[in-house]
T-cell receptor, first 111, second 117 residues
Framework: QKEVEQDPGPLSVPEGAIVSLNCTYSNSAFQYFMWYRQYSRKGPELLMYTYSSGNKEDGRFTAQVDKSSKYISLFIRDSQPSDSATYLCAARSGGYQKVTFGTGTKLQVIP | DAGVIQSPRHEVTEMGQEVTLRCKPISGHDYLFWYRQTMMRGLELLIYFNNNVPIDDSGMPEDRFSAKMPNASFSTLKIQPSEPRDSAVYFC???????????????FGAGSRLTVL
């Protein structure tokens, strides 16, 4: 079993829709949670990160972590065609630099 | 800063050949990571360095893989001999530890796409 599990999709939504991307994890030591976005033929880039449980908002993006259920979510409001990419959730424990990634969910936003 | 620079961007080689991938991290970053990405397994950490010293190489699949970081501005990942199952995109990433978020932010290079025939 992978430490971070993610539905690979693909997920296709119309422009303007609210998108929900989700991951589960199994390692209770994970304290830092991240979402990376990867465009085709590019390297992943950090979108958001959170520490422990709670919500974090940045513009149209909201990240949520529920440590009790080991569930990580990313919400995208008013989705745009430019949001079409693969979204990777990631996590790591405190004091240890190894970041473990999910396999990624491919999102397509249709104009 | 030009970001993390990887070379070559594409490499096609025949089984049994030696492959060397190169990485220049962001200046001032003290952590360097090598990841491999495939459709089936996603992004897998192969090895990471702190201040040029290998810290965790448990992800290196077998002895055919080796990585070095002779100085703060250069690292190599070598595969010898290469096999078709090594075909993947290999990413180098670097991060710093300055500030509360420094240690969380991996900056990735554009990747080296390796095809072993």
């Amino acid at each position: 079993q992978k430490e971070v599990e993610q539905d690979p999709g693909p997920l296709s939504v119309p422009e303007g829709a609210i998108v929900s991307l989700n991951c589960t994890y199994s390692n209770s030591a994970f304290q830092y949670f991240m979402w990376y976005r990867q465009y085709s033929r590019k390297g992943p880039e950090l979108l958001m990160y959170t520490y422990s449980s709670g919500n974090k908002e940045d513009g149209r993006f909201t990240a949520q972590v529920d440590k009790s259920s080991k569930y990580i979510s990313l919400f995208i409001r008013d989705s745009q065609p430019s949001d079409s990419a693969t979204y990777l959730c990631a996590a790591r424990s405190g004091g240890y630099q190894k970041v473990t990634f999910g396999t990624g969910t491919k999102l397509q936003v249709i104009p | 800063d030009a970001g993390v620079i990887q070379s070559p961007r594409h490499e096609v080689t025949e089984m049994g050949q030696e492959v060397t991938l190169r990485c220049k991290p962001i200046s001032g970053h003290d952590y360097l990571f090598w990841y491999r990405q495939t459709m089936m397994r996603g992004l897998e950490l192969l090895i990471y360095f702190n201040n040029n010293v290998p810290i965790d190489d448990s992800g290196m699949p077998e002895d055919r893989f080796s990585a070095k970081m002779p100085n703060a501005s250069f690292s190599t990942l070598k595969i010898q001999p290469s096999e078709p199952r090594d075909s993947a995109v290999y990413f180098c990433a670097s991060s710093g530890t300055g500030g509360p978020s420094g240690a969380n932010v991996l900056t990735f290079g554009a990747g080296s796409r390796l095809t072993v025939l």
